[in-house]
């Protein structure tokens, strides 16, 4: 067996802490690799929720130190014919099952030109020696993720794909002076973060509207304590983009928005232009 060396591993599931489904996990990773450093990401992804998950990874992954294992497993397809996967990337490994729970950080390595390999883990070898086939968080990702943590050569742990599932990408139309994008994830505090990147948003220039749930909302703020209380605010959120707030209260309650919803910014000389010609 390799010798245990120092490693981060980061976990994010749905499976909340009640039952000890995570705290098994860690049990496995450590009964390998007693060295591992483990990092609970979040365990609040809502059950089934594949698109949350990919969020939160790809605002957490970067900010890890060079050779960190990710482990997600929001895995609704468990014991089915859905293939489970590792990937290696210039910084990072990440373990999952191929369900589209990578999709965003895969999307972003690929538009950064970074080359990875992604396999499907199909060596028992590193698998625990009995499977379950509800629990392969237990039996299949966590034994292969401190078996990477170990020093183990991504290839062996399976044969290599090129066809890794991802979800179909989030709409995101930039037009002249305007931008339609959507709220891609709600926050603990009931924010609405959106997929529209700051420098889009910028690029409007100094004075730009801000559209949702038939609400306006004028120019940018860059602390929550610019306005009063329960004033919606638009702001550029900590993972650059722009993000809709309600000061000192939610956003979701008072607009009763959802994910998907649809996020509009124009600028408004391009709004006065729109205004007078219709």
């Known amino acids: 067996m390799a010798k245990a060396r120092p490693c981060v591993i980061t976990l994010t599931t749905d499976f909340g802490t009640q039952d000890g489904n995570v705290g098994v996990m860690k049990g496995v990773i450590l009964g390998l690799n007693p060295k591992a450093s483990i990092v609970d990401l979040s365990h609040d992804v809502p059950p089934q929720d594949i698109a949350e998950a990919a969020y939160v990874l790809r605002r957490a992954y970067g900010y890890f130190p060079h050779g960190t294992i990710h482990v997600v497993v929001v895995d609704p397809g468990v014991g089915s014919e859905r293939r489970a996967i590792a ?3 210039p910084h990072s490994f990440l373990v999952a099952p191929d369900n589209g729970v990578l999709t965003y950080v895969l999307q972003e390595l690929q538009d950064d030109g970074h080359e990875i390999r992604v396999v499907s883990l199909t060596n028992t070898a590193y698998w625990l020696p009995q499977v379950s086939n509800v629990f392969h968080g237990r039996d299949i990702f966590s034994p292969v993720a401190a078996h990477l943590s170990l020093g183990a050569d991504i290839g062996a742990l399976g044969q290599e794909i090129h066809d890794a599932i991802t979800l179909p990408p989030a709409r995101l139309e930039l037009l002249p002076g305007h931008i339609i994008g959507q709220v891609a994830h709600i926050d603990h505090f009931g924010n609405l973060l959106t997929n529209i990147p700051a420098s889009q948003v910028l690029s409007l220039g100094d004075s730009m509207t801000t559209r949702v749930a038939e609400r306006e909302i004028r120019g940018l703020s860059k602390t ?4 009063k209380p329960r004033e919606l605010i638009a702001y550029i959120d900590s993972s650059g983009h722009l993000a809709i707030a309600s000061v000192n209260a939610s956003a979701q309650e008072l607009l009763n928005s959802h994910v998907g919803q ?8 391009a709004m006065s232009i729109h205004r007078e010609a219709s």
């Open 87 to 89: 990937v290696e990337a």
């Open 224 to 227: 929550f304590s610019q306005r």
């Open 262 to 269: 649809m996020v509009e910014v124009t600028a408004d000389q």
